[in-house]
């Protein structure tokens, strides 16, 4: 594995987490709302993720056949969750039912959080390999002088 192929995987990652960030603050931006464009309450979204092989140059292609094939990381989807809504009660809402019930998204803000800390780590985990590769590159070059 060279340099290049680990600033790969590494930025792959940040991506994928970049994305999950901005799809929890999605849910956590809409934990109280009730009716949305396709009817209900908001459904709170999941982030998919897969590994996806680096698309390497051609003279890459012959050594990885002799080595193991590296993988970086892609969303595959963004799916919502199966969690039907809460019904909380409030007979004075205009969306409550005929009981007084409103449909509520099923989203945990503690859930959230935790999700929230988990991709952040997740990001700076990236940057700091990142700056590691960028590190061994420099004092490789060092070397040779």
């Known amino acids: 594995m060279d340099f290049f192929d680990s600033l790969s995987i590494s930025a792959s990652g940040l991506t994928a987490q970049q994305l999950r960030m901005n799809v929890i603050s999605s849910n956590l931006a809409n934990i109280n709302t009730t ?8 459904q709170r979204k999941e982030i998919l993720f897969a590994s996806e092989p680096i698309r390497p140059a051609f003279q890459d292609i012959l050594h990885s056949q002799m080595s193991n094939k590296l993988s970086g990381v892609r969303v ?8 039907p809504a809460l019904m909380k009660y409030e007979p004075t809402n205009p969306e409550a039912n005929a009981e007084g019930y409103v449909a509520a998204p099923n989203i945990n803000l503690i859930e959230e959080m935790v999700n929230m800390i988990s991709a952040t780590r997740s990001y700076e985990a990236g940057i700091t390999a990142i700056n590691s590769t960028k590190n061994m590159a420099l004092k490789a070059l060092e070397i040779g002088r």
């Not at 595959?76 to 969690?83: H, K, L, M, N, S």
């Open 35 to 42: 009716r949305t464009p396709e009817g209900g309450p908001y």
């Open 76 to 83: 595959i989807g963004i799916a919502d969750d199966p969690r």
